[in-house]
């Protein structure tokens, strides 16, 4: 057996055991959360409430207001928001800790954290890698996400059957095209590598003179080795596995 599909069947087995004791031990759903490309594993713990009723929820016009142009635009004005009402016993769950709501808002200049898991960002991205997204991920991800945003498009305009049955499909699809849009000329503005390049040398340098880091060092050419590989097989990963074919 290869040694990859080996370590992430131990890891699957040791994450599925620490959620198990912990779930035993304190009642509540526990899910292990990988952070920083599995260089750290946080262990998430959530009371679930099964009574949950839905208190306000606006109309879809007005939740959706200014429709596929608006949306990604700031500032936008909408009321994209539902209000739900967690249960127990038959009353109002009465919880300790949970984020306040404030009327008047955030100030000017005020830190602001969202709530939840983090999304993931490319921070940790190498230049070589980078350079993928750039030449390879990006422009076939957008070019297959305008493509089946025209097929839903012209199959949602023949009918009203057929537009409410691709509704969801394709509003996922356009909220999925714009992020890409605005990622593919950002990869490709001169500065932005820049940025990336100067300091990824620079820690390259000083990692060379110090023998204990040199696996880290080799690391970089370990990841631009591979990233070459994934850019030859990237056409063909695309269409039987990314769904690219359909």
Same mark, same amino acid.
């Given at each position: 057996m290869p040694i990859r599909p080996r370590l992430s069947a131990a890891r699957r087995k040791a994450i599925a055991g620490i959620e198990k004791e912990s779930l035993d031990r304190t009642g509540l759903r526990s899910d #292990?959360?990988? +952070?920083?490309? =599995? =260089? @750290? %594993?946080? +262990? %998430?713990?959530? *009371? /679930? %409430?099964?009574d949950v009723r839905l208190v306000f929820a606006p109309e879809q016009q007005i939740a959706f207001y200014g429709g596929d142009p608006d949306n990604f635009e700031f500032p936008r004005h909408d009321l994209d928001i539902c209000l739900f009402r967690a249960y127990e016993n =038959?009353?109002? @769950?009465? #919880? *300790?800790? &949970? +984020? /306040? &709501?404030?009327? @008047? =808002? @955030?100030r000017d200049g005020e830190l602001v954290f969202v709530s939840g898991h983090p999304a993931r960002t490319s921070r940790l991205l190498t230049v070589a890698e980078l350079e993928y997204l750039r030449d390879h991920a990006l422009p076939s991800r957008l070019s297959s996400l305008k493509r089946l945003e025209v097929l839903l498009g012209n199959w949602s305009a023949r009918s009203e059957e057929n537009a409410r049955r691709a509704k969801d499909e394709f509003f996922g699809v356009q909220n999925s095209r714009k992020p890409s849009t605005g990622g593919s000329p950002a990869c490709?503005?001169?500065s932005c590598f820049t940025a990336k390049v100067r300091p990824e040398a620079d820690l390259k340098a000083k990692l060379a003179g110090q023998p204990e880091f040199a696996d880290a060092l080799a690391a970089y050419d370990k990841i631009a080795a591979a990233t070459r590989i994934l850019a030859v097989q990237a056409t063909r990963s695309g269409l039987l596995e990314g769904g690219q074919a359909l």
């Open positions: #292990v959360v990988t +952070l920083w490309q =599995g =260089g @750290a %594993y946080h +262990l %998430y713990r959530f *009371k /679930r %409430y099964t =038959g009353q109002p @769950a009465k #919880v *300790k800790h &949970f +984020l /306040r &709501f404030s009327p @008047a =808002g @955030a490709s503005i001169r």
